[in-house]
């Protein structure tokens, strides 16, 4: 094994890396801030976008995020004549496709919160959007974070996938050094090295954190 | 925009028999992630010390590496370890089955740590062996309680079967993606493959939920 390729081609490489880093955090924001509307769409909305919203959740459920991802770029020009750029493409594809999973993480957190301290909280008066604030969140969402946790590990290896509609991330980058040294052992090994070190800590690290603050959401 | 759906009705038995191919791989990863997930999770729990080691290391590296990467690994990887011409199908089955058994792994160690001691305890006192007690007394509960996780996995793997398309198996986001390119129906083809995966995928998200509610365990 010579792993002279890595060293010869690391900007290309690191540029990619940087890129899967970038795309992984505005996906994540995105997808978890769009979640968090839909499940309150889902659990308080008016009863005619109920089923639309479960409809939308279970389907991205159902269809593959390189579906998705392909039907975003490819599809979606003809369809809305909006053409993107790879990365942004990839944006939306990942924030539609990952916005259903963590509307699935904030329902079953905040339903996780018993539903006696809502009537609690009604009884003393407050609105509907002050227990929420005030009473179900700081809970629900200590006890949300180790699913948030594996869902930024998913996110991360999501945006791998990004590489079939050429975003020049770090997957689509070490395919192209391959294509040109045709030394596939070295720079795949390489690339599993590097998506391990970025992934392990991540899972590891909100393991850490959960288990510092999971009594604060006991309740 | 003229959108022509005829292509999708000629290109039909394509598109079946693709399909036919993507279950195929799905149920056959399983059948080979089943047991051998078992078999890591039993390693990891009761082997031999540097054994357990190794079994904990195969599980933390394949479920911190995206699928895609595990997929080009295999393709290019494993022809020149194991010195065989594996067909593009046998590659994506390893892969797959390479990544699903480490999930399935942990999904069993959960299970079987989930069975409370005094069990096994019990067991003993009664002069089973501890295979035994294992294999009579833990495991078929471990199985009940782990079967709604299995599920959702079932799900993830029938998505992920679409990532073996960029080594060319003959599933159906390939055969779509092909049909795609020598037509120039880009909009017809990818809505058809999204719609597929969509009738497919659909039941199988609504029975998972149904198995979740089944066999919530409830202390």
Redesign the interface.
Known sequence: MDFSVITDHWRFLASGVLVTLALSALSGVTSIAAGFVVALARMYGPRWLRPIVILYIDSMRAIPVLVVLVWTFFALPIVGGITMAPFWAALVGLTVHLAAYSAEIFRAGIESVRPGQTRAALALGMSRAQILRRIVLPQAVVRMLPAFGSFLSVTIKDTAIASVIAVPEFMRQSETVQGQTFQPIEVYTFAMVVYFLLLFPVTRGVDLVYRRVAHLGRS | ?TLDWSVVWQHREALVAATGTTILLTIATMAIAVPCGLMVAALRLYAWAPVRTLATAYV??F???????VV??AF??LP?WTGLGLSPLATGLAALALNVTAYNAETFRAGLNSIRRGQVEAAMALGMSRTQALRRVIVPQALRRVLPVLASTW?SLF?????V??IAVTEL?YVA?QV?AQTFR??EM??A??AI??L???P???LVDWIQRKYRVTE
């Open positions: 925009m933390e590296l479920r911190n590496l995206p699928l895609i990467l080009f690994w290019y990887v020149i799900v998505k992920d079967t679409s990532l398309s960029v986001a993606m795609r880009v909009l990818l809505t493959m999204a995966y969509w497919l995928g659909y199988q998200a609504k």
